[in-house]
């Protein structure tokens, strides 16, 4: 463990520069290469909920950091240890939230290239962001930490 690791889990804010470019990404490939996608009119209707879900899911995590008074930024220092709220479900709310968003914009849209971009930014924000936000988590909580993150899950499910 390091200095830095205690003071902040992340030098670069990953995640949502990672969802930037995943967004940018699917747009751009999206006019240039398209993929197939299906257009049934259902498959659009479940993206629009999909991605209301995950805005709604965003909004509610984001309410709940405020209302701790906590960090809400992925570079900087924890504050405080959330577990209440979506982070009863999972310990990641947010992330998973825009995951759903991007999935959610694919399937209404057509763009099969959000689908591909939000595994492919899931995945990075996990390896780049996550493993190092829960060390840093477990540095300054503690006993806390170790509890929650054992009955909670990292994303939605174990």
Do not use: C, Q
């Amino acid at each position: 463990m390091t200095v830095s690791d205690i003071t902040r889990p992340n030098r670069l804010p990953w995640p949502p520069m990672l969802l930037a470019l995943a967004a940018l990404a699917s747009i751009v490939l999206g006019m240039l290469a398209p993929l197939p996608a299906p257009s049934a009119r259902w498959v659009a209707l479940l993206g629009g909920a999909l991605a209301t879900l995950g805005l709604g899911l965003d909004l509610w995590a984001i309410l709940t950091m405020r209302s701790a008074r906590t960090n809400i930024l992925p570079h900087r220092a924890a504050d405080r240890l959330v577990t209440w709220g979506p982070f009863r479900f999972s310990r990641n709310p947010i992330y998973l939230a825009n995951t759903w968003l991007l999935i959610g914009i694919g399937l209404a849209f057509g763009n099969a290239w959000f689908i591909v971009f939000a595994l492919l930014s899931a995945v990075a924000v996990d390896r780049l962001a996550i493993r190092r936000e829960e060390r840093h988590l477990a540095i300054r909580f503690g006993n806390d930490w170790i509890a929650y993150s054992s009955k909670t899950p990292r994303w939605l499910v174990r």
